[in-house]
């Protein structure tokens, strides 16, 4: 892909107002399911500012797939990222790395190594899909009659819980809508933690071989 | 091995209605295990349907088997996914992705790639094992006295608990049915999760290689 | 090493009937622990068949160290695998795997590919790992005031919910001896399942890229 | 670097009293959450101790730092091990296996092999996190009202259980500080542990190859 097309062009006007606007979305989605007292006309500004800035992503989105020149199932794929905080705007906020690299490149510094970028990625992924996940499941669980989770503090627990694969049970989502955000986080949170400890594992090997290099031979 | 071989005609001939009749395997199980207020013709019915399904896997195996010219120790070892499915007829349906890449590659399309094609496998192999382990283990439990999976919702629940090895243990197997079923689910799932994560990170680490090829440099 | 040297004479000779030593003393720990109604003496000639055969294994340890003609520290690296099963004889049977090799050798048959010897052998550590642990946790708990392991099924149960890391909690250890086996049982397992899982993984891959090497091209 | 240089020196030098002083510091808190009874002048010493230790752990740090001539974020990133172990003095111990290496190398002994320094370390890291954690944890948990860990056997089996993501949840912290740092343990807990298994079946796969090699050709 040329440098000056028109796509890089777009990708670098609109990087940094996105992971804004991105950013807000996570808070309006925090602020109307953790503040229970906020007045309700707050609570509509809260699902308006969300609803246009999922219109503002997904707008985006389409600009990107008409710039890319491709057809649609194949920028999907090749897009892949771009494609999953489209489908769930909570996560957009993933985009600091690239927003991160961008910076730093322009800058002239040496951008993170491979594994360390991995290792970034999937790690705020965790944390972000914690996050989100901890917040709609409270959502869920709040009203249901027999449910354990009696406050975020403890919707964050359970959260840590489950994608550590820990899995105590001294709390667990009761209802319908809980329980399949929970089986979301479970499916996402492996693959990511699996990614984080491959490429973990994969780092300390290389800075033990490093640290190894640097060790005084006595002579 | 040739390509015009009677092995490769039988198997681009066979492979459509098979796939088909695994289908209606699974739905015959289903709903012999959901629908507890069956008139008990229709229960006969399905239990039948399931038995000549079964008869029509294990005779085309046979017919594969002597088409390979193959002794059979050595057949089943190098058709190692053909041996599973005809044992565990539920999993059957597995044989989509094959599938998928004959109609594909027959329209000159690109075929998936490796990696994408061991993840789509392995995540379909997991959700068709708990689909089916939570049927059977549900079949089992239903009428166990100190149970506590009191609906088809609670066993895919405990299902996903147990596959994803979260585990948290608000549902759990009390007969012996159902725990035998249980540790085959553990015994599969754990297997076929490493090869989703193995090869997810993986890929994750392709595409942030190709990702970051596509960054525009700012000179 | 030279293939006529004394220690490759000593194994050739002796492995066979360790192996049926090794087997025996699984029995014998089992009968003892399971059989709570036999008569004592019974139960004393099962304590000495043990330690019999425990000193035996120890006198191939120290024979096969002397015929190495290598250091001790040396010789228990380089023969890990040995020095694991004299500390825990209940692993012994482990040895199957080099004897299935050395049979199969013997008649000029195809070995096992690295992955499947692998797999086998992890799989079955873990297996003989669950089930010498249910063993001797069984044997600890089954006293206890408050235990929720009422049978050995239970004990059995138990074992794959741990080695498996989905640990439900629905039955759990409570004594110092038993949680202490518990402890072995899952670094072991934890060790042993990220063997079966990373090769399984690998495999699958394998066997993949061949399945896709036979498909037919249409032209 | 040079092995000659201030920095080479400074290392040499300190490893060895340095190492000495993290294990009094970890003595210090153990005894500060365990022993229960101690006088309340004793309790001052323990904290005390630590405190000066961990002064004297930044002062060598500082040293490095300045010795490395190397700019700040970089020079945490070149040295990641020795700012972990600075942020976290409880695992100060960890620098036992470079202290053993440069011991071994001085000896003209061969060092161990990347494979097996990375489980060693990996290991003890585990092994020091479920411990401080253990008595992390304790400490937060003791005073509780509602606590399920009533001593500090109970909060041992508590830490194996979730470094191993077992998590039976027969105890579990119910405090805020427990739950932090428990959360704290499950991330290194799981990010170590992937280390381990990923190098043990590194290891297992050339164990086994090389046992392979020894096994006699009967012609």
């Avoid at 969300?50 to 707008?59: E, S, V």
């Avoid at 491709?70 to 892949?80: G, I």
């Avoid at 490149?105 to 951008?111: D, I, L, N, V």
């Avoid at 049970?169 to 990511?192: E, F, H, Q, S, W």
């Amino acid at each position: 892909m040329d440098d000056d097309s028109p796509y890089a062009r777009w990708e670098q006007r609109t990087e940094i107002p996105l992971f804004l606007a991105s950013l807000v979305f996570l808070a309006a989605y925090a602020a109307r399911v953790l503040a229970e007292s906020m007045p309700s006309f707050w609570k509509d500004v809260c699902w308006f500012t969300m609803l246009a800035l999922w219109m503002l992503f997904a707008a985006d989105y389409v600009v990107r797939w008409r710039l890319s020149g491709q057809r649609f199932p194949h920028f999907a794929r090749t897009h892949f990222l771009h494609t999953v905080v489209v489908v769930l705007p909570l996560l957009r906020p993933l985009r600091i790395v690239p927003l991160y690299d961008a910076i730093q490149h322009r800058q002239g510094e040496p951008r993170l190594s491979l594994h360390a970028r991995v290792i970034s990625y999937a790690s705020l992924s965790t944390l972000l899909l914690g996050f989100a996940g901890a917040l709609a499941v409270y959502q869920q669980e709040r009203g249901a009659p027999d449910t354990t989770m009696h406050s975020f503090g403890d919707a964050v627990w359970w959260a840590a819980a489950t994608i550590s694969t820990v899995g105590y049970g001294d709390i667990t989502p009761v209802t319908r809508g809980g329980r399949t955000v929970a089986i979301g986080m479970m499916a996402g949170g492996l693959a990511l933690l699996g990614a984080v400890t491959g490429s973990f594992s994969s780092w300390l090997l290389q800075i033990f071989s490093r640290e190894s290099d640097k060790k005084p031979p006595e002579s």
